[in-house]
T-cell receptor, first 115, second 108 residues
Framework: KAGVTQTPRYLIKTRGQQVTLSCSPI?????VSWYQQTPGQGLQFLFE???????NKGNFPGRFSGRQFSNSRSEMNVSTLELGDSALYLC??????????????FGSGTRLTVV | DAKTTQPPSMDCAEGRAANLPCNHS???????VYWYRQIHSQGPQYIIH???NNETNEMASLIITEDRKSSTLILPHATLRDTAVYYC?????????FGKGTRLHILP
């Protein structure tokens, strides 16, 4: 079966711009979580959506937002980009929240570079 | 902060068993222990999870101590392709929080 698909794979943006990243979960998975990964901070939890509702949120500023559609696809948006937002953004899907017994399946990520 | 503690790095000879320890002394009774690994530039990959019994699948074995305060992931016959960062995770306040993990080096 198809895995978790994230688009685009690479992105270069300028400070002050906004960006939207997309994640298509595995068919049948209703939970989508987003993580930011940087060399200094490692994997940091952004938020989790389940059935179009945000279930949990990490400690990120309001510039980071997300949403989930009725087909479980999810988008995350970062407004007013800062250099420090340069990172690998990972999406993970699961059947139920918190990964559940089967754990998360991660996508390959979107590498965002802010210049 | 993550609820787990892992050594930052470990070495293992190719073909030998790799035993990766994890401390999770504050784990509560109904929390699962999950293990993931991340090979360079890829998304983390689920390996195994357990509650209180030892578990085994095609990738690895998970040994959880009786008091559930620590666990060990065992890769029975490590290969060069097992070189990765291994994360031990328990849930924290309804979030899956990744710690720094253990960077496993497989030596030829």
């Amino acid at each position: 079966k198809a895995g978790v698909t994230q688009t685009p794979r690479y992105l270069i943006k300028t400070r002050g711009q906004q960006v939207t990243l997309s994640c298509s979960p595995i068919s049948g998975h209703r939970s989508v979580s987003w993580y930011q990964q940087t060399p200094g901070q490692g994997l940091q939890f952004l938020f989790e959506y389940f059935s179009e509702t945000q279930r949990n949120k990490g400690n990120f500023p309001g510039r980071f937002s997300g949403r989930q559609f009725s087909n479980s696809r999810s988008e995350m948006n970062v407004s007013t980009l800062e250099l420090g937002d340069s990172a690998l953004y990972l999406c993970a899907s699961s059947v139920v929240t918190f990964g559940g017994p089967g754990g998360y399946t991660f996508g390959s990520g979107t590498r965002l570079t802010v210049v | 902060d993550a609820k787990t503690t892992q050594p930052p790095s470990m070495d293992c000879a190719e073909g030998r068993a790799a035993n990766l320890p994890c401390n999770h002394s504050t784990i509560s009774g109904n929390e699962y222990v999950y293990w993931y690994r991340q090979i360079h530039s890829q998304g983390p990959q689920y390996i195994i999870h357990g509650l209180k019994n030892n578990e085994t699948n095609e990738m690895a074995s998970l040994i959880i101590t009786e008091d559930r305060k620590s666990s060990t992931l065992i890769l029975p016959h490590a290969t060069l392709r097992d070189t990765a960062v291994y994360y031990c995770i328990v849930r924290l306040d309804d979030k899956i929080i990744f710690g720094k993990g253990t960077r496993l080096h497989i030596l030829p």
